[in-house]
């Protein structure tokens, strides 16, 4: 029997793969009540023999990380959605998030005990990224957590 390949619809979860350095505006919230600057590093890689993009992410604030991630970003061909699986320093196990590309945007969807979540990557521009994280109580109205705009390093 001959091993499945990865399709061009997890192909294009590479876009998400490399080294990014940049800076995240945080808004307050419960969990930021101040808000403000940090910077922040993600390192992606394509694993399973292309059938995932596999992201450690950190952010820090005067030099001192304050908040850490893993990212699993993978492709479900029978609901035909993005979907990622988040880890974090928050402690609060595993967040599984869904959506769609929109040209070279990306925007996923969660529901936790927390509240609703969105986030969205925008990858129009060849080397660099933005991404956004809003947050709902009601799933109708949003507020944001931060805009983060990164470089590509590698």
């Known amino acids: 029997m001959e091993m499945p390949k990865p399709t061009a619809d997890h192909k294009r979860l590479e876009k998400l793969a490399g080294d990014w350095r940049g800076k995240e505006k945080m808004y307050p919230s419960p969990w930021d ?3 403000g600057d940090a910077q922040a590093t993600t390192r992606g890689r394509v694993a399973l023999d292309g059938f995932a993009v596999i992201a450690d992410y950190e952010q820090s604030r005067d030099e001192k990380r304050t908040f850490a991630g893993h990212a699993v970003y993978t492709w479900d061909a029978q609901a035909k959605e993005v979907v990622l699986h988040w880890f974090d320093s928050s402690g609060q196990g595993v967040d599984q998030f869904r959506g769609a590309w929109k040209g070279d945007q ?10 609703f979540w969105r986030m969205s990557y925008d990858l129009s521009k060849s080397g660099s990224m933005t ?3 809003e947050t709902s ?8 957590l931060f805009d983060g705009s990164y470089q590509r390093e590698g």
Do not use: A, V
């Open 106 to 115: 990306l925007q996923l969807q969660s529901q936790n005990p927390m509240g």
């Open 137 to 144: 109580q009601d799933g109708k109205s949003w507020n944001p």
């Open 33 to 35: 009540p101040k808000g």
């Open 131 to 133: 991404s956004r994280m």
